[in-house]
């Protein structure tokens, strides 16, 4: 499984981006078995988790600090999978990344699969 970002960039406070995650499958089981995350890691810090959605993009779950402001949704038919964030805040900067996984949980070690992240900067 192979994952690329895109999307990041510079961008205001207040403002909003959308990060794309593509995913490639060569062979195995099909993107739509997979349950995909974003995770972001800021200078200095550990890696955090941000979102999931499972399969099917019917249950969605995201940590306190970005709940109301960020949405995660997937598009099956094409491989991808989005994290639309609005109102975004200086604390929102950090490289991005998304995961995948065929397992349940927040815990970026349920996930097997990793792309190389995209930078999101939040100016105040």
């Known amino acids: 499984v192979r994952l690329v970002e895109s999307g990041g960039g510079l961008v205001q406070a207040g403002g909003s981006l959308r990060l794309s995650c593509a995913a490639s499958i060569a062979s195995g089981p099909p993107f739509i078995t997979y349950n995909m995350a974003w995770f972001r890691q800021a200078p200095g810090k550990e890696r955090e988790f941000v979102g999931r959605?499972?399969?099917?993009?019917?249950?969605?779950y995201y940590a306190d600090s970005v709940k109301g402001r960020f949405t995660i949704s997937r598009d099956n038919a094409k491989s991808t999978v989005y994290l639309q964030m609005n109102s975004l805040k200086p604390e929102d900067t950090a490289v991005y990344f998304c995961?995948?996984?065929?397992?349940?949980?927040?815990?970026?070690?349920?996930?097997?699969?990793w792309g190389r992240g995209t930078q999101v900067t939040v100016s105040s």
């Open positions: 959605i499972y399969w099917s993009g019917g249950n969605t």
């Open positions: 995961a995948a996984s065929q397992t349940l949980g927040i815990d970026s070690s349920r996930y097997a699969y």
